[in-house]
């Protein structure tokens, strides 16, 4: 399988190969005054690739084939691609997938409620981890960037799921709930992704310090990437930038506990509420 890689490089457009267990994608840029092209490419990418399963036996299943055009301009047209259980979009607002999440966490969410009322608050909160976080907590790296109000979907489900297991009314505040409960928001467990992701690759980030060679008080503060596409990046690096050193320079597993220890503490209804703890 390695040598599909090699086999791509033989294009004339430089082709980016991204191989998982029996799912390959393909990505290449073109500069947009060339976009009328992308249908032309696309084939020739498809044909070349068809050539190599061929070579070695293999088969391309066209009804799991999907090619999805990432712009930053808005059109009419708008295409989905699911990769590894993760829906994208062609403008990345995650919409897609937040709506094929809310719709599984609003089931686990009947269950849950279920499971409270007939054993116990203990079990719910069991079932809360196997059932609704296990999905809260998959590709968040990859959604996490979405918007606001995309997030906010996701924790009105979220709240009516805490609530669930405490048997409160719809009504009921919920902070207390998730403190109790040591249950991470969704904005939690997005920072907690984020920031962890950041601390275990570090050496791919540059400091000030490393540009300028100063001596300064933000001298170990992270420089975000510089492509504004790449937003996901982005957010680990400012949020991890607004810890204090004493917690950034922790080992990794001790970084794990004081940074869930925090979000815990703060249960943040958004973003900013991290920010202002600091």
Known sequence: MNDVTNHMNLLDTDVTTTMYADDITFSFSIDKTVMKETENIVRTVLTHSEKWFGYNELYLNNEKTIHCLFSSQRTSELHYAKFLGVQFDSHMSWSSHIDTMCTSLSKAVYAIRKISFIIDSGAALTAYYGMFHSVLNYGVLAWGNASH??????????????????RASHDEHCRQ???????????????YQHLIHT?????????????????THGKNKLIPPSSRINVATSLGVDYYNILPENVSNLPLNAFKRKVRSILLEVAPYNFNQFKEYF
């Open 199 to 215: 601390k275990k690759h570090l050496t791919n980030y540059c400091t000030l310090s490393d540009i300028h060679g100063y001596n």
């Open 177 to 191: 709930f998730f403190k109790s409960l040591k249950i991470m928001t969704v904005f939690a467990v997005i920072l």
């Open 149 to 166: 109000s995309q997030l906010q979907r996701i924790f009105l489900v979220q709240k009516a799921a805490v609530r669930g297991i405490m």
